[in-house]
């Protein structure tokens, strides 16, 4: 595999906030090294798929026609060499990527973030990290990530772009964040598990902004969610001693009432057990309705043999032993 650069981007993982963030809450987002994707070139020698290559590379050539089209219509509110991207294109170019598609991890977001990379004029920017030059990255990732949602916040590919941990405080304040490396102790771990279908994240936003209309939802959900989940960001994000996982069991039992048509029926069950036995708990992972189910333990030796035991094989995302928020593993 011809590699255009050693640039790789990592999948993404919304930790906290899902609906709520809609909603004025605050969202915590991680990269995440296990899934992650690159800009290569066709060598039919060098790589194992050549159809993958081949429906990339066809998916590439409409999504710089799209790009071209918004440059043209004063869309896209920086310099970016549509050529210099069409012309390597046409030479075979294609996003080489293990992340799975309709999962909620970030798959466009990724790709975005290579294309940025690579073709924006001035995407080397000076002091990237700091909250004025995060808004304005976040906003020409919008531009771009149009083509995939119609509307987008710019959030995905600015995480897989910055590969840190981001907190959203609002649309207009984000900033960077470190997990304390002493949050999880002995067998504490964050996991995820695959409910075994994708999921469309359009038609559940519009389902869930529906049911807030309803005056008796909304005031649950302002007075007793949202505050909790911002509870469960502090708690993870601060180095003051606060029981992050029964913070995230609260959460857990509250998705279940209020946001359970985004639960996939096939994970309800084992989302259950999880509360019932106290092993385990699940939360969504994005907007539901298929792809990821997060998983929070404190006990990952007995939460992964139990889930094992019912053909379930959880994907670790942090352990305690790795000291590392973000892993491979």
């Not at 975005?112 to 030059?133: F, M, Q, R, T």
């Not at 490396?181 to 936003?205: C, H, M, W, Y």
């Not at 939460?303 to 305690?320: F, G």
Request: charged residues 20%; hydrophobic residues 35%; negative net charge.
């Amino acid at each position: 595999m011809n590699k255009i650069s050693d640039e790789i981007y990592y999948a993404k993982i919304l930790l906290f906030g899902e609906y709520s963030v809609i909603r004025g809450s605050k969202a915590l987002t991680i990269p995440y090294t296990h899934f992650n994707g690159e800009l290569s070139f066709m060598n039919h020698s060098k790589y194992t798929d050549l159809n993958f290559a081949a429906l990339s590379n066809e998916h590439l050539k409409n999504y710089a026609e799209y790009i071209d089209q918004q440059i043209q219509e004063n869309n896209i509110g920086f310099p970016f060499d549509i050529t210099a991207l069409k012309a390597d294109i046409a030479n075979g170019m294609y996003f080489e990527s293990t992340i799975p598609q309709g999962y909620g991890i970030g798959s466009s977001g990724a790709l975005v973030a290579a294309l940025y990379h690579k073709y924006a004029v001035n995407s080397n920017i000076e002091g990237k990290y700091k909250p004025e030059a995060i808004a304005m990255v976040k906003k020409h990732f919008s531009q771009l990530e149009s083509y995939f949602h119609g509307t987008s916040s710019g959030l995905d590919p600015l995480n897989c772009y910055l590969k840190q941990p981001l907190l959203i405080k609002s649309v207009e304040e984000i900033e960077t964040v470190e997990i304390p490396r002493n949050r999880f102790r002995n067998d504490e771990a964050i996991f995820l598990i695959n409910s075994g279908k994708q999921g469309k994240t359009g038609p559940l936003v519009k389902q869930f902004l529906q049911k807030y209309n309803e005056p008796e939802y909304a005031q649950l959900f302002q007075n007793e969610y949202i505050p909790l989940n911002n509870k469960c960001i502090e708690a993870l994000i601060s180095d003051q001693e606060t029981d992050f996982f029964a913070e995230v069991r609260k959460l857990s039992m509250l998705q279940l009432e209020l946001l359970s048509p985004m639960i996939p029926a096939s994970v309800k069950p084992t989302w259950q057990l999880g509360l019932d036995t106290d092993n385990f708990v699940l939360k969504l992972c994005g907007s539901g309705g298929g792809g990821f189910i997060l998983g929070f333990t404190r006990n990952w030796e007995v939460a992964s043999k139990l889930l094992l035991e019912m053909d379930i094989e959880p994907i670790p995302v942090y352990k305690h032993n790795n000291n590392h928020l973000v892993t491979g593993a």
